[in-house]
């Protein structure tokens, strides 16, 4: 039915219906002739692709909050041993005197010792390779990471 | 192995074990019935073959993630359009004018061209003119033959309002009809 051969203002509900029908035909077969979905495989394909790239963000997430809570404890011990360093230091400058002479007097029989000699090489060595090596390890285990 | 080890291979676990609600075969065969109609649907509805195009895949990754057990394939098409009403809501809010895009000549025989060109123009305006949930109603109920159930369900309506809406709607773009015509 074509309401431009019948614009009479007074339409039944029947013919409202039929114009209306026509109408949204008309474009049905418009929009039928337009459609070009792309093809279910590249579809299905990119559904894929991107519920991989979600499960893998979701799995990630919860690591990085961890890394995260990891870093600021770190960082909140770490500031509250330099607080308290400061306080210490400021408190008392006669206990670092203290501590210095302390360690001196420890250290004193030291003096005595003669690094040159060959008993004391073996363990000095050892102690100066063990450096290397945890060095060398430090440096592998970063850069694997 | 190391942590970072452990946390790659996690992380390619969960990649390759993705859950969709469908097998590929099935989603397949689904799409192919119903990709050319939802296709029209989104396109009349928002006015829009761009935002019909973008919406179309994401309504039915959307349906692939969903964990909702359907009782029968129109159940399925029914949420399908159900998520692209929803999708075309969502795309409206700054969208470009609607029902502005030109139409296509080249289907129509040459003796019929503008004459049929003319009304379908008639028609795209009025339906232009229309409200959303309006446009969506008539095309539902006329272009798709979906019943009051199934437009209430898609539409998140009660089944028992959609007659009196589905009149109103009729005698609305009825009058848009024939003040376009007597443009």
């Not at chain 1, 010792?113 to 970063?142: E, N, R, Y």
């Not at chain 2, 359009?81 to 409206?92: C, E, F, G, K, P």
């Not at chain 2, 008539?138 to 019943?147: D, E, H, K």
Request: proline share 3%.
């Amino acid at each position: 039915m074509s309401l431009r051969s019948r614009p009479g203002p007074e339409l039944t509900d029947a013919q409202i219906e039929a114009i209306v029908a026509d109408a949204i035909a008309t474009e049905a077969s418009s929009a039928r002739a337009e459609a070009a979905p792309p093809s279910s495989a590249i579809v299905w394909w990119r559904a894929q692709m991107r519920a991989r790239q979600e499960a893998a963000r979701a799995v990630e997430r919860p690591l990085t909050i961890v890394h995260g809570l990891a870093i600021a404890c770190a960082a909140g011990l770490a500031l509250s041993l330099i607080g308290t360093a400061v306080a210490g230091v400021r408190g008392s400058t006669g206990w670092l005197l203290g501590v210095y002479q302390s360690l001196r007097a420890a250290l004193a029989p030291l003096s005595a010792v003669d690094f040159t000699s060959g008993w004391m090489m073996v363990p000095m060595t050892a102690v100066l390779v063990s450096l290397v090596v945890a060095s060398l390890a430090a440096v592998f285990i970063l850069v694997d990471e | 192995m190391t942590f970072l080890d452990v946390r790659r291979l996690d992380v390619e676990h969960a990649a390759a074990d993705v859950a969709l609600a469908m097998d590929e075969d099935a989603f397949r065969a689904f799409y192919d019935r119903t990709a050319g109609a939802l296709w029209g649907y989104l396109s009349r509805i928002s006015g829009d073959r761009q935002v019909a195009d973008d919406l179309l895949q994401e309504a039915y990754y959307r349906l692939l993630k969903s964990t909702t057990a359907f009782e029968s394939e129109s159940h399925r098409r029914n949420y399908l359009y159900r998520i692209a009403t929803n999708l075309v809501n969502d795309s409206r809010r700054g969208a470009r004018p609607l029902f502005e895009s030109g139409i296509d000549v080249t289907d129509i025989p040459a003796p019929e061209a503008h004459a049929t060109v003319e009304r379908r123009a008639d028609v795209r305006r009025a339906m232009g003119l229309l409200k959303p949930r309006e446009r969506a109603m008539l095309w539902l109920a006329y272009a798709q033959g979906s019943s009051h159930s199934e437009i209430a369900e898609v539409l998140g309506l009660k089944t028992g309002s959609i007659k009196l809406l589905l009149f109103r709607a009729r005698r609305k773009l009825a009058g848009l009809l024939q003040r376009e015509v007597a443009r």
